[in-house]
């Protein structure tokens, strides 16, 4: 039975042009990771699976990451519910701010955080004279993944949201459920798929993050260096240590995303 | 015959150095040399000696891509351990020392938590250094070894630093009270921050060292650029620019 599907359907040749094509990227994506695994200096692994910075940095990479997917979720729902409320004008205006972090080079990102959020700027200083410290620290470091992996999940989100049927949300509205109750029950249910991909997309980009995270709060084992910060610097003596640790990460996001992935991405269609 | 001839000695003409196709010297050098052999080279080529090509990147990032093929005609690197890993692959004619640059000590402007290298280990005050992978770090680590506040300077410590500019950026946007980087560096960056000298007896004056790879005709050219460098014309844009020679 499956022969005779394929037969049938092999009869178009466009088919296997698409078929190559999707080939080619599955290889153009897989075939440089195997590379890094493929260089993989076995001997270095079990030194570097014993190091304290392995140990550290994964642990902060994961907290972080966390961290800025929950600050994710929590302001960024609410905002790409309005964009995908407003009015045509209102709603590109808002999603530009929400590209325009996106497009920056992550160290500019740093950068600009600093002018708000550093020690001599202005709100920095507001803050540290209410002994509050947003730099050099964990806190910093979530700040800085999330001001750079916010966006990825608005903006899935609020395609989600504005693709949606309104008639559904009317109907329940009509039926006599209260704004909230239409939210919960038809709104959010219905874009799920959306959300699932924005957390995944935020996520994935938090965990990768270096640029704004050394720019605005540093590199120091053990309080603010994050994996891909423990990787750059290993690289600079340890090309094989570097690479036992990137093969590490992606290991660890790897298994992450497999256990998770019948309860987020599951059933999604 | 004749045609073979002329034509080897054309191509000998035409490229110069073999390994470059437009005859140009190719130097790798040490990013914080930037500003001063872009000037070095300009005076290179106004007394007549053809072309140079400039490519700048730290130590350790020039001699991973000569090893991985790449051919310039002459190195100048901050690091000795690099120069000793080109050597270990066979590289190498010849090297020298050349010239050091002195460390300094640099914090915010209008920033007085740090006036003396002492302050470096005041509990409290927040300090940037480069990271002990690369040579800025482990030198500078060695100035507060030597000045006996490596431990408590070290607690002290807010990120550590993959180059001077990662430095630089930390005191210059005040994230850090103090750090320490080439005169070089603190020179480049105008008046963002103050410099303050490290007294000699514990300055380690790190060396920049010249390499010369070991490839026929370019040889002579690196020769010719290191000869250069170390004339009046070089030394005096070497020193307008904070590197001391010997």
Same mark, same amino acid.
């Given at each position: 039975m499956t022969r005779t599907a394929t037969s049938s359907r092999s009869r178009s040749p466009g088919r296997y042009v698409v078929l190559a094509a999707a080939l080619c990227t599955v290889l153009f994506l897989t075939l440089p990771l195997l590379g890094l695994i493929g260089q993989l200096n076995w001997a270095e692994l079990g030194r570097v699976l014993g190091s304290s910075v392995l140990h550290d940095a994964l642990i902060l990479s994961l907290l972080v990451s966390i961290g800025a997917v929950a600050l994710s979720v929590l302001f960024g729902t609410p905002l790409a519910w309005l964009i995908s409320r407003r009015a045509r004008r209102t709603r590109g205006l808002l999603r530009l701010v929400v590209i325009i972090p996106m497009v920056m080079p992550p160290v500019v990102s740093g950068i600009a955080l600093l002018s708000m959020l550093g020690r001599r700027a202005p709100l920095g200083r507001v803050l540290e004279t209410l002994?509050?410290?947003? !730099?050099?620290n964990i806190a910093g470091a979530i700040i800085a993944v999330t001001f750079v992996s916010l966006p990825f999940y608005v903006l899935a989100v609020e395609a989600g949201l504005t693709s949606l049927d309104r008639r559904l949300e009317d109907a329940a509205a009509t039926l006599g459920a209260s704004p909230m109750r239409t939210l919960r029950t038809v709104t959010l249910p219905g874009s799920r798929g959306a959300i699932m991909a924005g957390l995944a997309l935020a996520w994935a980009r938090a965990i990768g993050e270096f640029g704004a995270t050394m720019t605005f709060n540093g590199n120091l084992q053990g309080? !603010?260096?994050t994996m891909p910060l423990a990787i750059l610097q290993t690289m600079q003596t340890d090309l094989d240590a570097a690479n036992v640790l990137s093969v590490l990460l992606m290991g660890a996001c790897v298994l992450i995303l497999v256990c998770l992935r019948g309860r987020l991405f599951g059933d999604v269609s | 015959m004749w045609p073979c001839r002329i034509l080897l000695l054309l191509s000998i003409l035409v490229c110069?150095?073999? @390994? @470059?196709d437009d005859g140009a010297l190719h130097v790798a050098a040490a990013a914080s040399l930037t500003d001063a052999l872009q000037e070095v080279a300009a005076a290179y080529e106004a007394a007549g000696h053809g072309d140079v090509v400039l490519e700048f990147a730290g130590s350790q990032t020039i001699v991973t891509r000569a090893i991985a093929g790449a051919q310039p005609s002459l190195f100048i690197l901050a690091d000795e351990v690099q120069v000793e890993r080109l050597s270990k692959a066979q590289l190498l004619a010849e090297h020298f020392t050349a010239f050091s640059s002195p460390l300094v000590l640099i914090v915010p402007r209008e920033s007085y938590a740090v006036t003396s290298l002492d302050d470096l280990a005041r509990p409290g005050v927040r300090v940037v250094l480069g990271a002990e992978e690369v040579p800025l770090g482990r030198y500078a680590r060695e100035v507060l070894r030597r000045a006996g506040l490596l431990e408590a300077a070290q607690g002290n410590l807010i990120s550590e630093e993959i180059d001077a500019l990662g430095v630089l950026g930390k005191v210059i946007s005040g994230q850090a009270d103090g750090g320490i980087v080439y005169e070089v560096n603190a020179a480049g960056a105008d008046h963002r921050v103050r410099t303050i000298p490290i007294p000699d007896a514990f300055d380690v004056a790190p060396q920049y060292y010249i390499a010369i790879p070991r490839s026929g005709p370019c040889l002579e050219e690196g020769r010719a650029f290191h000869t250069f460098l170390e004339s009046e014309a070089g030394r005096s844009v070497m020193e307008r620019h904070q590197f001391r020679f010997e």
């Open positions: 002994g509050i410290e947003v !730099t050099s309080r !603010t260096q | 110069g150095c073999q @390994r @470059r």
